[in-house]
Structures are given as C-alpha cells and as structure tokens.
C-alpha cells in the first residue's frame, strides 16, 4: 500500500482533546490505520508551477518536478527549498479515503473521542453554474459518460492547505479512481472562468482546439501534443489510446478548463490567492464520480471551516442532476445480529452509541432494529456488515476477549495422503525421482499412442484450453513417458515415479465421476527390464505391508509375454492392484524413446483397505 503523511499540526488542531504522539498512534491504530511512525520531511517549491515536493530526510532532492517536468538539473534555481514538516506516516486504508487527509481523519478522530454531537449536516447551497454534457461522451469513440461538479467559496488558503489538496487528489486518483480509469479530479480558480455563465463536457478531435496545459505557462498545444509531450499526457496517454475524440471541459467563451483526465489548464491553476473553486470529477461509473466529489469537497469544508459549498446543475441529454448530493445512505441494521456476529452481549443502546462514534446518525425502531444514515463521504459501507465491522472497530478489537468455540474437531490426513506419503517415501528411498505430470491430457494421448482402443468413461472438458488438455486423465502412464522422452538428453538409466490422480465417470457419484489415487513408476536405460521393476513393485508393497503376487497380463502397451497383473496378498485377502511390465516398441516409438522402459500402476486406493 502507498504510504501518506499526514502533516501533524494540522491533525491536532482540528481536534480538541489534548493527545500525545503516543496516543495518537494507539487511537489510529485501533480505527485500523496501519502506522509506521513520525517524520520530518524536507520540502521544495518548482517556481515554473508552484509544485510544492516533499522527500523525507534521507532522500536526495528532486532532480524534477513531478507536476510540469521542468528539470532542476539544467536550471537549479528552478527548485527553491521551502523548510519542513513533520509527519505522522502511515499506509493507505484504501476503503477509507475519507481519511486520508487531516481533515477527514481530524473528523474520524473527533467522533471516535466523543468530542460532541459527531452527526455532521453540511449545508450545500443551490446551482449557481451548470454544466451540458455532449451525447457524443456516450459513445465508444470517447467514452467518459459521468461528470459530477461543485463549487466552493471563501476558501482561504495556503502552501500547506495546497499541498494537502493535491494530494488528496492523488490518492483519490489511486483509491477509487483506479489511477484514474474509473475517476479523475480537476479543481479550478473559479475567478479565471466566465462568471455565471455554463460550461461544456464534451468531445473534441486530437487537434481540433490547442491549451495551455498546466506547468507550460504560455504555450498552447493540442490534446494530440499533451499526450506526447507533457509528462502527465504520457503518464496517462493510456486511457485515451482507444479513443478517436478526446473529452474536454471549457467554458461559456471557450477557455480550456481541462482535457480529462490528465491535465488542467494553466490559466485556470489553483494559487494560494485563489478564493473560490470550482471542482469537477470525470469518469466511467456514476456512483464512483459521485463519491470521489463527496469525500473531497467534505474534506475541503473540514480543512476550511469558513468555506461554502454549492451544488452544479449537470445537464445530460436525457435529464439533469445537481451535484454534490450528500444525502446519507440508509440502512437498517440488527442489533442483536450485530452482537452475535462480533461475539460480544451488546444491548441495542450500545450499538447505536458505537455506530455514533463511527460518525452514523441513529434512528432507532423496534425490535431491536436501527435505521442508520451513513455519510455521504463513505465508501466502504453497502451491507449491513459493513456497519457491524464499525460497530466492532468502535468496540475496539483489542477488547474482545479470545475463547475457544464450544465443540473442536481434531485434523486428520486422508487414507489416500497416507498412503500417498508412504509410497513416496519408500520409492524416493529406492532411488526414484518424483515428478507432477498435468491433469489434464487428450484421447491421442491416453488411448491412441498407448495402442488402446478410446473409452466413452473419461472425464470430457467442455471448452478445452488447447488440443492437447480435452480430458481429464485416466492413467499416470502418458505422463511418465512423455517426463522420460523430455529428458533423453540426461544421463541414464532414469528412474522416476508420480503419486496422483486419475479420473473416470461414475453415475453413482454425486459429480458423475469419481476420483481414484495411482502411483506410477518406471525406469528407462539400456539395461531396463521386468525383473528391475518387479523388485521395485516388490519392496513397495512390502512397505505396505501386503506381498506381491503376478498373474499372465496382456496389454497394447506391453511387449507380448512381459507384462504381469498385479496382485496384492494379506493373508487370505488378495487385491488386483494394477499392471507391470515392459514398455512396447511401438508404444516407445510415439513417445519419441530410443531406450527401454520398465513401469508399473497400482491403485493406491485398494492398498489402503
């Protein structure tokens, strides 16, 4: 997860109760926050844009600026030192970025510390701007459907209050907007812009209208040159590459507010004069835009207490909306439910006093029920669970008391792993090698060039990925040999062995097939033959703790006369158990073998018994 700093000045201030770094860290922590300590940062200005960069102590200053790419190699006074700051580091909670500023989180903190009436009703003044979107954003050749505006006045700001912004922006970028694919975040001086008058969303050719982007400072280019040239177009030139038209937004008179989603323009560019905002948020989904604007106009009051917000008429072809709509999401939730879930003995009073810590609104109803009203500024809550875990965080993890459940049940290994390990053990004693062969084979291979005639019980995969994976294999053999023709080059002889399984279908079974565990060995080398495996199969069984007994086998794959049916003895029980013997010529022959090969297959399963 990307790591922020949260400047520490600004985080106590905005919170009344008195609290030391320790218990500043323990109470973050506890609301999930994973802390990774204080810091004093190192900042420098880029006086082509105003950028302001922060590196921690250790880092070497920046050898560019990282907003208009103006190099400080070439002009070092391009980068003016502008003191430090100290930090609280700690990694983004990506489901609550309405904390990843110290206003937001300044608001987390004063409802988890009770300090007051926590519900928080921010008042949203009427439209006073509008905002037409072009049909044409609808289509696939520029597609970015969903605008979502606001405007803010009386902001007063500084180069803190900047910085925070920008960086609210970015990490609103990564959160929600997926690196801006899904949203992306302009903010303008409204005084540069018309007043009063409407602005347009639409689309425009690569070099039909040329900008100032931001950092150029008089320079005009089109959208086609700001993705080529600028180093946020080519950052970014990746989410407008499928696109003939690119999305633009302008004012009544035609001045450039931004081209979507990569750069603002110059001459509308937020400054430490600016006063009033006007905030657009673009993209793909709906509710994500909408969400995106929440969080950082709420933020943008918490960071400002004297800001005021006004709502933007957004005017689609087929109907009109006005934005920011920060009305709570209601849900109802079970307290009874809520206390089981978490394990704990919660009287409705209690989760409703817990959600309130957590910044909801309470109504609560019968039986238990509550009505809670989410704000507008959460992402993370869309079930009914979602508000349990608040309940629990509120709670405090570090509360609950660990107990064991109330019955156990005690692990034990499969009979087929048994028995899978004690067959690997006593062939990797003997010498063999183990190998893991695909599942999944064709009929050319587990029927054809072992010479047998194709079955209709195989396992059949439906959309075969290749040719060569259409079923699910039902013999170990194949895989062997091909293992052994993948390693004619090695020295010889080769001794290798797999533990598996095979599968055949079954109506009694509850899939329609049934999985069976093989083991598999053989060897290959000029001096191969029966006699090597039999001892081999020999010691195997004994180590299983039956005898081995052969009867007359013939099989396509066998040379004639030296193949063998394997049967397992324990005193009066006998078991066929598999096959053994000598590998045909022709059978070698469509495996691409020079050399002799010596096998056996048992069933694993019929030695466990």
Known sequence: MPVIGIPVEMLLERIST?????????????????????????????????????ITETENPPVECDRCGADFRANAEARQEAGTSEVIRMELLAVRPDMFEPGGLARVLRAYLSEGDSTLNYEVGPPTCQVSVDPA?????????????????????????????????????????RDRKRASIGVYDLDRLVQGAAFTYGPIGPDEKKFVPLGYQDRAITARQVLEEHPRGRAYAHLLKDHQRYPLLCDSQGQVLSLP?????????????????????TGTEERVVNKTLNILVTS??????????????????????????????????????AARTIGVELAVEEVARLLIRMGHSIMPKEGGKLLVAVPAYRNDIMHP??????????????NLVPSLVPTLTVGEEQAFEKGATLCRRALAGLGYMEIL??????????????????????????????????????SLLPGLLDTFSANTDHE?????????????????ADTGAREHGRVIAGATGPRVDYSEMRSTCQALL????????VEPAEQPYFIPGRGARVVATRGQTRHEVGLMGEIHPQVLESFKLTQPVSVFELEIDRLLV
């Open 18 to 54: 008195q609290l030391s770094r320790d218990e500043l860290v323990e109470h973050l922590q506890h609301l999930g926050c994973d802390v990774e300590g204080y810091a004093t940062l190192r900042r420098f200005r880029c006086e082509r844009c105003g950028n302001l960069m922060e």
């Open 137 to 177: 954003m609808s289509s696939p050749d520029s597609f970015r459907p969903c605008i979502a505006c606001a405007v803010m006045r009386d902001i007063t700001l500084s180069d803190d209050i900047i910085k925070v912004i920008m960086k609210l922006q970015e990490n609103l970028h990564w959160a929600l907007g």
């Open 261 to 281: 989603p990569i750069i603002n323009s110059e001459g509308t560019k937020v400054t430490v004069q600016t006063r009033n905002f006007f905030i657009d948020v």
């Open 300 to 337: 943008l009051l918490e960071l400002d207490g004297a800001a005021r917000l006004e709502k933007v008429s957004i005017l689609y072809p087929d109907r009109s909306v006005a934005t920011p709509d920060l009305s709570p999401q209601m849900i109802e939730l079970d307290s009874a439910e």
């Open 385 to 398: 669970i979602d508000l349990i875990e608040d309940v629990a965080i509120a709670y405090g993890y570090h």
């Open 437 to 474: 062969t695909l599942i999944l084979s064709s009929e050319e291979t587990q029927y054809d060039a072992l010479g047998l005639e194709r079955r209709e019980d195989h396992v059949v995969i439906e959309n075969p990925i290749s040719v060569e994976q259409t079923l699910v294999r039902t």
């Open 492 to 508: 010889m002889p080769q001794h290798l062995f797999e533990v598996g399984r095979i599968s055949r279908l079954c109506p009694e």
């Open 542 to 549: 004994h180590e299983l703790g039956w005898k081995l007994e």
